[in-house]
């Protein structure tokens, strides 16, 4: 925990809202329900980033089945937990509960089979699921994986009251759980108080989006409601992103810088050729994933 931060950077020309996004409401695993917000005709637009999946239900119907056995190859993803209890295991021999707030990276590299199970019959279960694309070179490399426990994950308060959580990157001089040199991404959890707004140092180049969980936000004038995913615009000389909210909120802010790759995906398996695709399908036939 870091209760102070460094002051933020001004951002003197935030981005603008390039376009807001409505999820698809759509089911994954054994029948799990969710709304998937980054869907694979925005993989090139929102580069390095492949998939964000939100889920929350209080039916255990829409999540109790949760995602048996699967294989991964060729990226990373990235669990999130708001509420529930989600136990993982994979092939590697690894596993893990990850309960409020709790985080769970994982590289899948050359491949391993993975699973995840809700660890409760009732009540609340919310969190997000992002898979974030690994380069070329280090696709084949072993899997990893690191749970993250909420109280591990690197917070501050801003002075006006922004409570952040840095998952990924760096924000107003506070380091986050997982840093990568390639992707160079930033994932923060920003609750905002009513009145308040936050600012975020971020290179023109990187892609970035926001998406609201609770309340409302506006960008650059522009309101974003909840549910919704705002892609923020690339624009020479733009520094940065400036969020504020008339009411309580809280908002995802993810970015990253592109590989500029080609991206092969069939299912769980991302790489850049379709060769490549078909030996992943064939080692895992094979039983060679983990």
């Known amino acids: 925990m870091t209760p102070n931060a460094t002051p933020s950077t ?4 935030p981005r603008r809202i390039e376009r807001l996004i409505v999820g ?3 089911s ?7 709304t998937r917000l980054l869907t694979q005709d925005l993989q090139r637009r929102l580069d390095p ?3 964000l999946d939100a889920f929350g239900s209080e039916n255990p119907d829409d999540y109790i089945a949760g995602f048996p056995n699967h294989p991964h190859r060729g990226f990373e993803t990235v669990t999130y937990m708001i ?7 994979d092939s590697a021999g690894h596993e893990g509960l990850l309960q409020n ?6 590289t899948a590299g050359s491949g391993l089979i993975h699973s995840e199970i809700p660890q409760q019959e009732a009540g609340v279960m919310e969190g997000f699921q992002l898979w974030l694309n690994l380069p070329a070179r280090d696709k084949m490399n072993p899997p990893w994986y690191r749970d993250i426990a909420h109280a591990e994950l690197p917070q501050f308060t801003t002075p006006e009251g922004v409570a952040v959580t840095v998952i990924a990157g760096e924000s107003h001089g506070v380091t986050g759980a997982v840093t990568r040199e390639a992707t160079a991404p930033t994932y923060l959890d920003l609750h905002l108080p009513a009145g308040t707004r936050f600012e975020q140092a971020l290179p023109a180049s990187h892609n970035a989006f926001v998406y609201v969980y609770r309340g409302a936000v506006s960008l650059g004038g522009q309101a974003v409601p909840v549910q919704r995913m705002a892609i923020l615009a690339n624009e020479p000389g733009a520094d940065g992103v400036r969020i504020e909210a008339s009411e309580d909120a809280r908002v995802l802010l993810i970015a990253g810088q592109p590989l500029g790759e080609p991206i092969a995906q069939y299912g769980p398996f991302v790489m850049n050729t379709e060769a490549e695709i078909y030996q992943a399908i064939q080692d895992f036939r094979a039983g060679k994933l983990g």
């Open 28 to 34: 994954d695993g054994a029948g799990v329900k969710l």
């Open 10 to 13: 001004v951002v003197s020309q």
């Open 101 to 106: 707030g709790d985080v769970q990276w994982m």
């Open 24 to 26: 698809r409401p759509t």
């Open 49 to 51: 980033f492949l998939m």
């Open 83 to 89: 509420a529930g209890r989600m136990l993982h295991r």
